[in-house]
């Protein structure tokens, strides 16, 4: 791995330590602070709604300013929002924690682009390695996510606020790390090569399936990762068991990138990825099997590992549908998708595992577990029936 790719992949540790603190305490610091216990997981909800809302402007950002300067934009959003949302803790204000992360959005939608930025930094035939060795950089965030939310829970006199306050520290390390990266120039639309519109892209199959897969992935892992933290309380697991179970799920959707893209080099994303759905469904299988430690845990960690083989899977298949020019439109649109379906679930997470429970909320995930199985398997068809036609 270059130096620049080392460098890109602690930026993304710094990321997911940012989003996995996020997980493990807006959803009970909501809970204490919410008008209503439905509304627990709003905060969470706030962070993937601004990250739907923000993902065309940082798309336009990215091809305006370039990578380097949109994602430093976006490291100065997260040390703003994240220090608002120290205040907002503080100061029990429910209202402004959720406006501070739905800002914290625009930071979320951005950082979500180092994965495509991995693929510019290597050579063509490195884009799968590229996509999986950066999201590896996950593993950074799962070690120090949960610990940092621990270990500072009662560093301020309202509990979490220290933790809102360390995320700062945490965007400042990676803003200087990021300084050190050296983006090549995107491709921009000219008369010559104006690329096509939206619409035409979005015609595509591949393109249907890469973002349905990934959408709905990160749709159902959102959703039962949102609301364990909450039905871990609920069965009287203190917050260390949670945030070691946690820890334990963001190892499962980080650690397997290291082998992820040399399976898909080996085998095609269709595959890999029909083996992230059957990882979802399993883990639905263990969760409903009780509701001890070692369940959690088992479920958490197989469902990060499924949609690790989806998310990796969809996001190289979705490398296919674009042409250079067109790559800030494409990619801006997948995360508008992925972002708006996770803020649909996030939302969806608190208000079930508030009313109707555990069990039900698993049960409910089978749905689009189902849908992405059968989506993937048309596209295989589909292809097949493409090669034979080619083949007559």
Same mark, same amino acid.
């Given at each position: 791995?270059?130096?620049?790719?080392?460098?890109?992949?602690?930026?993304?540790?710094?990321? %997911?330590?940012?989003?996995?603190?996020?997980?493990?305490?807006?959803?009970?610091?909501?809970?204490?602070?919410?008008?209503?216990?439905?509304?627990?997981?709003?905060?969470?909800?706030?962070?993937?709604?601004?990250?739907?809302?923000?993902?065309?402007?940082?798309?336009?950002? &990215?091809?305006?300013?370039?990578?380097?300067?949109?994602?430093?934009?976006?490291?100065?959003?997260?040390?703003?929002?994240?220090?608002?949302?120290?205040?907002?803790?503080?100061?029990?204000?429910?209202?402004?924690?959720?406006?501070?992360?739905?800002?914290?959005?625009?930071?979320?939608?951005?950082?979500?682009?180092?994965?495509?930025?991995?693929?510019?930094?290597?050579?063509?035939?490195?884009?799968?390695?590229?996509?999986?060795?950066?999201?590896?950089?996950?593993?950074?965030?799962?070690?120090?996510?949960?610990?940092?939310?621990?270990?500072?829970?009662?560093?301020?006199?309202?509990?979490?606020?220290?933790?809102?306050?360390?995320?700062?520290?945490?965007?400042?390390?990676?803003?200087?790390?990021?300084?050190?990266?050296?983006?090549?120039?995107?491709?921009?639309?000219?008369?010559?090569?104006?690329?096509?519109?939206?619409?035409?892209?979005?015609? &595509?199959?591949?393109?249907?399936?890469?973002?349905?897969?990934?959408?709905?992935?990160?749709?159902?892992?959102? %959703?039962?990762?949102?609301?364990?933290?909450?039905?871990?309380?609920?069965?009287?697991?203190?917050?260390?068991?949670?945030?070691?179970?946690?820890?334990?799920?963001?190892?499962?959707?980080?650690?397997?990138?290291?082998?992820?893209?040399?399976?898909?080099?080996?085998?095609?994303?269709?595959?890999?990825?029909?083996?992230?759905?059957?990882?979802?469904?399993?883990?639905?299988?263990?969760?409903?099997?009780?509701?001890?430690?070692?369940?959690?845990?088992?479920?958490?960690?197989?469902?990060?590992?499924?949609?690790?083989?989806?998310?990796?899977?969809?996001?190289?298949?979705?490398?296919?549908?674009?042409?250079?020019?067109?790559?800030?439109?494409?990619?801006?649109?997948?995360?508008?998708?992925?972002?708006?379906?996770?803020?649909?679930?996030?939302?969806?997470?608190?208000?079930?595992?508030?009313?109707?429970?555990?069990?039900?909320?698993?049960?409910?995930?089978?749905?689009?577990?189902?849908?992405?199985?059968?989506?993937?398997?048309?596209?295989?068809?589909?292809?097949?029936?493409?090669?034979?036609?080619?083949?007559?």
């Amino acid at each position: 791995m270059n130096l620049q790719l080392l460098l890109l992949t602690l930026c993304q540790g710094f990321f %997911l330590t940012n989003n996995v603190t996020f997980i493990a305490i807006n959803g009970l610091v909501g809970l204490s602070l919410a008008p209503s216990a439905w509304m627990a997981t709003l905060p969470i909800t706030g962070y993937v709604a601004g990250g739907a809302l923000c993902a065309g402007m940082v798309g336009r950002h &990215q091809r305006r300013w370039g990578r380097k300067r949109a994602f430093q934009a976006g490291l100065l959003v997260a040390m703003a929002s994240s220090a608002l949302c120290a205040y907002a803790a503080s100061t029990h204000n429910f209202w402004l924690l959720v406006a501070a992360t739905v800002v914290a959005g625009y930071y979320n939608a951005n950082a979500a682009l180092y994965r495509f930025a991995a693929t510019e930094l290597v050579a063509p035939s490195m884009k799968e390695k590229a996509i999986s060795w950066v999201l590896a950089g996950g593993i950074f965030g799962a070690v120090v996510g949960p610990n940092l939310a621990s270990f500072t829970r009662d560093v301020l006199p309202v509990a979490f606020a220290g933790a809102y306050a360390a995320l700062v520290i945490v965007a400042m390390l990676s803003l200087l790390t990021l300084s050190f990266i050296h983006f090549p120039p995107l491709p921009q639309p000219s008369a010559t090569n104006p690329g096509r519109p939206l619409r035409e892209i979005a015609r &595509q199959p591949v393109f249907i399936i890469a973002v349905a897969a990934s959408a709905l992935g990160y749709g159902v892992m959102n %959703l039962l990762m949102a609301a364990t933290p909450i039905a871990m309380a609920r069965c009287s697991h203190p917050f260390k068991s949670a945030a070691l179970v946690l820890e334990w799920h963001v190892l499962g959707m980080f650690v397997p990138s290291f082998f992820t893209g040399s399976l898909i080099k080996r085998f095609g994303c269709l595959p890999i990825m029909g083996v992230g759905v059957a990882l979802n469904a399993l883990c639905i299988v263990v969760a409903l099997s009780g509701v001890e430690l070692m369940q959690f845990l088992v479920a958490l960690f197989v469902l990060g590992v499924g949609w690790n083989f989806l998310y990796i899977g969809g996001t190289t298949l979705f490398t296919q549908t674009y042409r250079p020019e067109e790559k800030t439109t494409a990619q801006a649109a997948m995360d508008t998708v992925v972002y708006t379906t996770m803020t649909v679930t996030s939302f969806s997470s608190g208000a079930l595992i508030t009313t109707q429970g555990w069990t039900w909320l698993n049960l409910g995930s089978l749905v689009p577990v189902a849908l992405t199985g059968m989506a993937l398997a048309w596209l295989a068809m589909h292809q097949r029936g493409g090669q034979n036609r080619a083949v007559l």
